[in-house]
């Protein structure tokens, strides 16, 4: 389906979806005992007035360590440990990197997994954007390390600064994070994205020499389709490999930060070596910082922050004063092959309201201030997302707190509430 096609059916992409939306932020009333918990969220962390844009891994002893900086997308890294499942939040890090207290961006979080069966290692990173705040930019990304399941880590060792030959300000380093294939088979590398002001889309490929990690020069991987990759000011990609992440094709899930288009998505069939020209996401997954898992059963599960740009759902919330509005939290359950084919995907889910200033009680549309979700698949098949926003607590001055919720989301009990 070619970009061109596709505008003459929805204009930018723009329409309004027609898959089912399933509220989760309301409670009907008779609901089934069993089914009750997905209509309530856990509390990571609310001891600031402002906490945001989490991120989340699943520790190999079945605990959750959630990461998330102290303000709105840059501050000093905090985190929170559940050992039950998403209920409580209730353990942190405790041997904290000094150097994580001067990060100033978001914190992303994955698991490295080996070929020759070392211990794993988790790569946390936080990039250096210049935010014209007046502290200035070392430029580059930050990155740590744990060969201990997450219990110590090392300090931030910084790369592509100022002081490098080759110098970027990267804005959600590492957007996502995607284990190469090689002859079909897993290797030790990863391919890391991330973009810069100007909306240009980098890849890094991270390998490790002698036990020491090694990033490639970054270099812009989408520069063939620049002209879309401008007009829409694309970035925060997720990246999806086929085949419930064992295929060989990969779907790329882009942001367009200025909501003129659709989200856009993109496929490759060499291993992100080239990508084919991007079409316009269906409305039903058109949003921001797409965060995807698969469940067991084989579909994807991703969350992200609604944007919707259908003029005449706008008008009617809106009265014409902007031209996209936002449903919130939400998350869109279909499959590869929806994506493939630019089908709308089997239904959505807004999972819990982030209230606006003037509500007072759930409503469809809500608060944009959400979303960069830390999702984790527990054994079993309980999707845990986390993610940050107004969920009701206020404070002293009357206004909505921002804090880091999470929430636990079986399908199979969802699928009861579609039938």
């Known amino acids: 389906m070619c970009l061109k096609i596709f505008q003459k059916k929805h204009k930018n992409g723009a329409g ?3 898959i089912p939306l399933v509220r989760l932020d309301v409670m009907p009333e008779n609901t089934l005992d069993e089914l009750k918990y997905l209509y309530e969220f856990s509390v990571v962390d609310n001891s600031l007035d402002y906490l945001g844009h989490p991120d989340a891994i699943l520790l190999r002893d079945g605990s959750i360590l959630d990461v998330y900086p102290s303000g709105h997308g840059k501050g000093a890294i905090r985190s929170s440990i559940s050992r039950d499942g998403g209920v409580t939040y209730t353990d942190k890090i405790e041997n904290m990197p000094e150097s994580w207290e001067t990060s100033r961006e978001t914190p992303t979080v994955y698991r490295l997994e080996f070929a020759d069966g070392s211990p794993d290692k988790i790569l946390l990173v936080s990039g250096n954007p210049d935010w014209h705040d007046g502290k200035g930019s070392t430029g580059g990304f930050n990155f740590s390390l744990s060969d201990d399941e997450g ?5 931030f060792e910084l790369c592509f600064s100022k002081k490098d030959e080759f110098t970027v300000f990267p804005i959600v380093s590492m957007a996502s ?5 090689e002859n079909g088979e897993f290797v030790d590398k990863w391919m890391a994205f991330f973009h810069d002001r100007s909306f240009v889309n980098y890849k890094t490929i991270l390998s490790f020499k002698n036990g ?3 990033w490639s020069v970054p270099e812009p991987y989408f520069a063939q389709h620049r002209e879309m990759e401008k007009k829409a000011n694309m970035c925060e990609v997720e990246v999806v490999r086929s085949d419930c992440g064992k295929g060989d094709e990969l779907c790329l899930i882009a942001r367009s930060n200025n909501k003129n288009y659709n989200s856009l998505l993109s496929f490759s069939s060499d291993e992100g070596k080239t990508w084919s020209k991007p079409v316009f996401a269906p409305s039903a997954l058109n949003g921001e910082r797409h965060k995807a898992d698969y469940t067991k059963d084989g579909r994807l599960f991703i969350t992200f922050r609604s944007i919707e ?3 005449a759902k706008t008008d009617r919330n809106y009265k014409g004063k902007h031209n996209w509005f936002s449903e919130g939290w939400v998350a869109w359950v279909g499959t590869y092959d929806d994506l493939k084919k630019g089908r709308e995907g089997q239904y959505r889910i807004k999972l819990a309201h982030t209230y606006l200033a003037d509500q007072t009680v759930p409503v ?5 201030d959400t979303g960069y979700c830390g999702n984790v698949v527990l054994d079993d098949d309980t999707v845990v997302t986390s ?3 107004c969920f009701g607590e206020k404070l002293e001055n009357g206004k909505y707190k921002t804090y880091v919720v999470s929430k636990r989301v079986r399908l199979s009990d969802v699928d009861k509430l579609i039938k």
Do not use: F, I, P, Q
């Open 16 to 18: 309004d979806y027609t």
């Open 151 to 155: 219990k110590n880590w090392s300090e």
């Open 177 to 181: 994070l995607t284990r190469l294939k």
């Open 212 to 214: 020491k990690a090694v």
């Open 309 to 311: 740009r259908d003029k």
């Open 364 to 368: 469809l549309s809500a608060n944009a």
């Open 387 to 389: 993610t940050y926003g």
